[in-house]
Nanobody, 125 residues
């Protein structure tokens, strides 16, 4: 059974930093891609970043490029999202998802995969 656990959310002031983690179990980690998504109050879910453990490639959406870093620790089956220069627009529940990596896309369709419960990130201005 695939299990994902996001953690590390909290309250941070604007301009501050936070690192959230996604610990995965029940998968062969190196065969998967992990994605980070967020849902802000009153808004649609938004894909933020993904990392392909099979080939090491990663992707970030434009609004977080230069501020967020996605990385993985394969020994711990964990993916991190380091978030710097946070602003109020980053306030959301952050979720991670896992899906088998595919050769034709950096980020697979995570709606076909497994999701964990989210972690709340609140940025105060």
């Amino acid at each position: 059974e695939v299990q994902l656990q996001a953690s590390g959310g909290g309250l941070v002031q604007a301009g501050g930093s936070l690192r959230i983690s996604c610990a995965a179990s029940g998968i062969t980690f190196e065969e998967y891609a992990i994605g980070w998504f967020r849902r802000a109050p009153g808004k649609e879910r938004e894909g933020v970043a993904c990392i392909n453990m099979k080939d090491g490639r990663s992707f970030l959406i434009d609004s977080v490029k230069g501020r967020f870093i996605i990385s993985s620790d394969n020994a711990k089956n964990t993916v991190y999202l380091q978030m710097n220069s946070l602003n109020a627009d980053d306030t959301a529940v952050y979720y991670c998802a896992a899906e088998k990596a595919i050769p034709t896309a950096l980020c697979p369709d995570f709606d076909l995969g497994s999701w964990g419960p989210g972690t709340l990130v609140t940025v105060s201005s």
